[in-house]
Nanobody, 122 residues
Framework: VQLQASGGGLVQAGGTLRLSCAASGRTFSSDVMGWFRQAPGKEREFVARISWRGGVTVYSDSVKGRFTISGDSAKNTVYLQMNTLKPEDTAVYYC????????????????WGQGTQVTVSS
């Protein structure tokens, strides 16, 4: 599976952004799509996950209530709507694809996109 993330940018605190992740190739082999982020000097951390079947979503506590993950199976695209952004949300955001067993750990995912930078100014 090849993944292409887009939609990052510079936004003020309290603003919104929507990230997109388009999947191509052997998309039928992926049951789950996830978003992770990595800030400078920090480890990559889980943000959100969605299953293609049933649309079950999981969020990290740090983004719950502010971010929404959704998917369009017809377009093989997953979105991350980010509202009420905070400076601590600044990071490179990565999308990832995995089997149904993939949850919150990065090693559980098989394919990764190239990342898109999100910068939130205070």
């Amino acid at each position: 599976v090849q993944l292409q993330a887009s939609g990052g940018g510079l936004v003020q605190a309290g603003g919104t952004l929507r990230l997109s992740c388009a999947a191509s190739g052997r998309t039928f082999s992926s049951d789950v799509m996830g978003w992770f982020r990595q800030a400078p000097g920090k480890e990559r951390e889980f943000v959100a996950r969605i299953s293609w079947r049933g649309g079950v979503t999981v969020y990290s506590d740090s983004v719950k209530g502010r971010f929404t993950i959704s998917g369009d199976s017809a377009k093989n695209t997953v979105y991350l709507q980010m509202n009420t952004l905070k400076p601590e949300d600044t990071a490179v955001y990565y999308c990832a694809a995995g089997t149904i067993a993939a949850m919150r750990r990065s090693y559980e995912y098989d394919s990764w996109g190239q990342g898109t930078q999100v910068t939130v100014s205070s």
